[in-house]
Every structure is written in C-alpha cells, then in structure tokens.
C-alpha cells in the first residue's frame, strides 16, 4: 500500500468511526449508572457521590444518567434491555419492589431480568411529620382527631403508588384510621403552608426541616430508635405493626452478569463507599452502608416483591 493510499484508509476509518456510535470509541472505559428518578434530590446525591467513588477506585469514567418517569419504569426498563457486561447499572430503590405490587404489566421481571450486586446503604426509613404549629403535639392528638372525623385528617406523598403514599396506608391500617390522602408531585410546599396535615418524609428530607424548626416529627417507622431523631418513638414503640417500607438504596445489573464481574463489581462498590465523597453524602443524609452481599439482597429483594404483590392490592394501592 503507498504512503497516499494509507494515509487516506486511516482517514476514512476515522470518518466511519465518528460516523457510526461507539465504534472507535466503544466506551469501554465509561460505567453508566441509571437513576430512574430525576435529579436535584437526596438519593440522587447518593448516586453521584458513589459514582464519584468508583471512579477512584476503577480508574475508569463513571456517570450518573437520570432516566425518570413512569414511577421509575421508564429506566429501569432501559437497564433490563441492556448488554450484562457492567456498564449499564442500575442504582435503585425499594420502589424497585414495590412496582411489582403496584403495576400487573411491568415490561420487565423485577427479579429475573436483573442481577442484584448489593444493597449500598439504607436510612431509618419515614417520618410522620406535622407542621411544628400543628395541634397535634403526639400521635395520639393525631389519632384522636382522625378518629373524630374520618377522611378529613389528610396526608400528602409524592403520588398515587409512592413510597410515601404506601407508607401512610400502611399507618392508617394499622391505626385503624380512616385518612385522606393527597397525591402531589412534590407534598412538601402545600404541607409547609398547612394545606394538608401531614406527610411521611425520608429522614435526609426530615432531619433538615426538623432542625429548621419548621416541623415536629411524631414517630419513625425505623427498627430502631433513630439516635438522629432523639425523643421520636418507632411506630413498634407505639404498638403498630407492620409500618415499614424498606429504605435501601441499590445497584443492579441486567440478567445474567457473570459472577466474576458480579464479585469484582460488589469489591470496588465496597472500596467506593470508602472514599471522601460517599462518606461525605452519609453525613447530609444520615444514612448507613450495608453492603449486602449479592446472593443476600437476591432474597431480600425475592421476600419483597412477593410481600408487595400480595399487600399492596389489599390495601387498595394501584399505580398510575
């Protein structure tokens, strides 16, 4: 080949690759991790910091790609179509469970089509709040007023089939109350203006409201007394059972991931939870790592989905 002719075949190879997607360039150094919900909130901070984490420790570009809509469905089906080759993940909730109560027609398994690498972390789970001006001072103000005039005591979630909306009637259920709830896109502006009762908020959004002043927290459907929530009593405390949505955080691979890359990847999320900036979130959000290993969270995400399958339509909840 002459000089001329080759240069010119380096040429038109560079012009194909620019042409065609992810030929010269098949992004073998990019991790992208899916977030099926939008941006500008507590676990997509998560997300980022683990991301910023991992890309320390694998040297390689790891990106955060929100992918909201459809109560998360919209990414989380991106995910479950993709190649298992570990760069397409999905860092999820247990939304990621409960949308197998709530949909009959999911265009994906929420078990079979992916492989479960560990639960990241977890928080304390939902805070029954009222505004700090509420004359409900403790739960049984609460209680006594909703008894006294049934689906007029109204809570606000983040809509029809969300965690938060699940939780309150789950509370109801147990409380044998009878409540109003009210779906919003985002509760809190209308809670903080009084236009309804009360709300159950993640404790990376409580925490700072409480400490603003701006809102009492009655009870926490946590296990355990949050020390991050001193005085505040359990919903177990209180005699309720069954109160609880699980509030983990974590990342999933499309089916049929090699175990080999399932071990290496759960090693490096081990060592990115690790660094500063992961560390630095935990503080902001008062969560925990778990870091439960694969075949673990496999179960635990198994256990969930056929509790939410059978509870969720016995409490009424459909999604959207």
């Known amino acids: 080949m002459s000089r001329r002719n080759f240069i010119s075949s380096l040429t038109g190879a560079a ?22 919900i939008g941006a500008g909130n507590p676990f997509d901070t998560g997300a980022r910091a683990l ?8 040297g390689k570009s790891v990106i955060v790609d ?14 479950a179509r993709a190649k298992p080759d570990g760069l397409t993940l999905l860092y999820s909730t247990a939304g990621h469970a409960t949308n197998a ?10 078990v079979k089509d992916f492989t479960p690498i560990t639960i990241v972390g977890k928080s304390s789970g939902f805070v029954l709040l009222v505004q700090a001006n509420s ?78 002043g701006r809102v009492r927290a009655l009870a926490v459907s946590s296990e355990e007394p949050d020390p991050n929530l001193p005085g505040v009593p359990t919903f177990r405390q209180l005699g309720y059972k069954d109160v609880d949505v699980p509030a983990w955080s974590g990342m999933l691979a499309p089916r049929g991931m090699p175990d080999d890359k399932v071990q290496a990847l759960y090693a490096q999320i081990g060592e990115a939870v690790k660094q500063q900036a992961y560390q630095d979130n935990l503080k902001v959000t008062q ?22 399958k059978k509870e969720l339509p016995e409490l009424g909840i459909k999604g959207d």
């Not at 992004?27 to 099926?36: E, F, G, K, S, T």
């Not at 109560?101 to 929420?110: F, S």
């Open 287 to 308: 969560g925990k790592v778990v870091m439960s290993k694969p075949q673990d969270f496999k179960k635990q995400l198994e256990a969930e989905v056929a509790r939410f």
């Open 135 to 212: 004359p409900f001072k403790t739960i049984q103000d609460l209680m006594a007023a909703a008894k006294a005039k049934p689906e007029q005591i109204s809570y606000g979630s983040f809509g029809n089939g969300n965690t938060t909306h699940i939780i309150g009637a789950m509370f109801a259920r147990a409380a044998n109350l009878k409540l109003l709830h009210v779906p919003y896109k985002s509760p809190l502006p209308d809670f903080l203006g009084g236009h309804v009762n009360m709300v159950f908020m993640g404790t990376s959004t409580a925490i700072p409201l409480i400490k603003d």
């Open 66 to 79: 929100n992918k909201p809509g459809a109560g998360g469905r919209i990414g989380t089906s991106e995910v």
């Open 101 to 110: 109560g709530l949909y009959d027609n999911l265009p994906y398994d929420p």
């Open 51 to 58: 991301a910023e984490g991992l890309t320390k420790v694998t």
């Open 15 to 36: 012009l194909a690759a620019a042409l065609v997607p992810g030929a010269a360039f098949a992004q073998a150094d990019v991790i992208r991790i899916v977030v099926p």
